[in-house]
């Protein structure tokens, strides 16, 4: 099982960037997918979710009405389109894929907001 993320970099403030997730997961349909984010020397954090057939997303306050979470299952990929970048974005970003007692990580991918 793998889940790849990719898209992240360095961007300005007010800038945007795309993250995917590709998952090699058998029924990725069913599987709640997540964003989490981990800054230095802080704790990881939920960032955005999405349920398994993309019926409902939730977002962490510190990101709602910027960051949108979505997720293609044809493709077995989730993504999160992130606007309106700021500095305390800043941090390295995990896709994360759950279903009943299965849970698995990505090795991230580390967005850099800065000028």
């Known amino acids: 099982v793998q889940l790849v993320e990719s898209g992240g970099g360095l961007v300005q403030p007010g800038g945007s960037l795309r993250l995917s997730c590709v998952a090699s997961?058998?029924?990725?349909?069913?599987?709640?997918m997540s964003w989490y984010r981990q800054a230095p020397g802080k704790e990881r954090e939920l960032v955005a979710a999405?349920?398994?057939?993309?019926?409902?997303?939730n977002y962490a306050d510190s990101v709602k009405g910027r960051f949108t979470i979505s997720r293609d299952n044809a493709k077995s990929t989730v993504y999160l389109q992130m606007n309106s970048l700021k500095p305390e974005d800043t941090a390295v970003y995990y896709c994360?894929?759950?279903?009943?007692?299965?849970?698995?990580w990505g090795q991230g991918t580390q967005v850099t907001v800065s000028s």
């Open positions: 997961l058998f029924g990725f349909s069913r599987y709640d």
């Open positions: 999405i349920s398994s057939f993309g019926g409902s997303a």
């Open positions: 994360h894929a759950k279903s009943n007692s299965l849970d698995f």
